[in-house]
């Protein structure tokens, strides 16, 4: 099958787009690095009148490091945050997750704000914005607001962007020195999504005990699910092997995944405990310096 | 039907085009520029088969409209080919046993081109994961990882030469 008809802009400015997307509402569809948006148009579950080409907006792209947080523009592409050395510093989750995502290729073209904008519940980036406490920027021909990215993913594929706007970047925080962090995820062949992704965030003080805490799943929810109550109950405890095990089988009894064709539900559960285990694992190792950055 | 007149680069010559905006590039360069190097297998981007470069990036012509790479280079398989003879990977995948039916070669000797330049002295597992991106279903992959090898060493020296 081919993609329906559809006419095609390519405006130069932002505002230039943001006055087409006010015209044509939700008769237009932006196309971004275009990797998920073409599947879907090929097959004609997506068929926009109106197609809105923002590879040519020019100050959606930069990566700017800010006290404390680094902004990313909407259009910065998978591999240019894969290969960051600033990121690779500041924000090391951002890169680990971006040289997960797809195929070589595929990062070449797919940016960060077409990922975020789709909402896939499995995918890298709506999970690392969940542990990161994303702050997202999006304009529209009234102007701009910030959302966080508790109230950004609303559900499978759904946002809280109106038809009318753009997302222009997004805000995460940065890490400091005291914090490690840990990500896994399974998935039957490379360059798929995950069935299961977790990732985690721990800092550590006086002897060994969690100071603070940050867990996030994806592939179990129809969002990124924040372990918020669990994060509250480790507080103040000690970061031994006994702990991980036990606060991984703990989020395995809490989480509710769906069972479909790629895994049931009890696999699914399975795979949370595993990947929770090993991304805690792994920040406590590099909170103690045990793992190199 | 809205077909528009636009020009692309491709193989670094200037090419008009009259084609509507919904069609892919990969069926532009097939059927309007005739150059059939560029396979099409799942228009999902999945199976690599379309991959092309664009910029001297990979991409995949399956998921880009032909009318968005005006102002764009684009390099197909037919661009990859000297005059007289064949490249290096060319070359490594024949002597090799890279390939079998052929299908899923351009994609590859795109890919890699890419690929290599960015890294000359990749390991076999940064070969493997980036091969991983590209379907086979003939060869088992193994002569194609060798191949992608001898074909490094051969770049490697010829830059050094
Ligand atoms: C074979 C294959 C494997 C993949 N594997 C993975 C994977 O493992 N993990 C993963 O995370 N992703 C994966 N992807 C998806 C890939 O990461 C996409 O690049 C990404 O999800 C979408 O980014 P894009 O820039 O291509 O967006 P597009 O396809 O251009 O757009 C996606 C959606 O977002 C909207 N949009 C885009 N930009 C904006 C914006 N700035 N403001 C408002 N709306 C916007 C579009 O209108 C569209 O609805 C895969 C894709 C393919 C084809
Ligand atoms: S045809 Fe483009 S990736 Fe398969
Ligand atoms: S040689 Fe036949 S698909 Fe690769």
Request: charged share 25%; with cysteine; aromatic share 6%.
């Amino acid at each position: 099958m081919k993609p329906a008809k559809f006419e095609y802009h390519k405006p130069e400015t932002l505002d230039e787009a943001l006055t087409l997307l006010a015209e044509y509402g939700d008769e237009a569809r932006v196309i971004a690095g275009g990797q998920s948006l073409v599947p879907m148009m090929n097959i004609r579950l997506a068929r926009p009148d109106h197609l809105i080409d923002i590879n040519g907006i020019d100050d959606l792209s930069q990566i700017r490091l800010e006290n404390g947080s680094v902004a990313i523009g909407a259009l910065v592409r998978h591999r240019e945050i894969e290969h960051s050395a600033q990121l690779a510093q500041a924000c090391p989750p951002l890169p680990a997750a971006a040289c997960n995502i797809g195929h070589y290729a595929l990062r070449a073209r797919g940016t960060i704000g077409g990922s975020l904008a789709l909402a896939d519940p499995a995918a890298e980036f709506p999970l690392m914005a969940t542990l990161l406490d994303a702050e997202f920027v999006a304009r529209s021909g009234a102007g701009e607001r910030s959302v966080p990215s508790h109230e950004f993913f609303v559900s499978v594929f759904t946002t809280a962007l109106e038809p009318e706007e753009i997302l222009t970047a997004v805000r995460f925080r940065t890490l400091a020195q005291s914090e490690g962090w840990g990500f896994r995820w399974f998935s039957r062949r490379v360059g798929d999504y995950a069935l299961v992704n977790a990732a985690a965030i721990v800092a550590l003080k006086d002897e060994g005990r969690i100071h603070r805490i940050a867990m996030v799943l994806g592939g179990v929810g129809a969002t990124p699910v924040r372990l918020t109550g669990l994060e509250q109950e480790s507080v103040g405890a000690e970061a031994s092997a006994g702990w991980v095990r036990e606060i991984s089988s703990a989020a395995a009894a809490r989480v509710e995944p769906g069972g479909d064709k790629h895994a049931s539900a009890e696999y699914r559960r399975e795979l949370v405990e595993l990947l929770l285990a090993g991304a805690l694992e792994d920040a406590i190792d590099r909170c103690r310096g045990r793992q190199a950055a | 039907m809205n077909r528009i007149a636009f020009t692309l680069t491709v193989n670094a010559m200037a090419c008009e085009v009259v084609a509507e905006p919904r069609k892919l590039l990969s069926d532009v360069l097939r059927e309007d520029l005739r150059l059939t190097g560029t396979h099409v297998g799942c228009e999902h981007g999945v199976c690599g088969a379309c991959t092309v470069l664009v910029d001297g990036a990979p991409a995949r012509a399956c998921l880009i409209f032909a009318i968005q790479m005006q102002c764009r280079e684009i390099t197909t398989v037919e661009g990859l080919t000297p005059a007289e003879g064949l490249s290096p990977l060319q070359q490594a995948l024949h002597e090799e046993h890279g390939l079998q039916c052929g299908y899923c070669t351009p994609g590859i000797i795109t890919t890699f081109e890419a690929f290599l330049r960015e890294n000359p002295k990749p390991t076999d597992d940064e070969i493997r994961e980036v091969l991983s991106g590209n379907l086979c279903r003939c060869t088992g992959y193994a002569n194609i990882v060798r191949a992608i090898r001898k074909a490094a060493q051969i770049m490697r020296k010829g830059t050094a030469a």
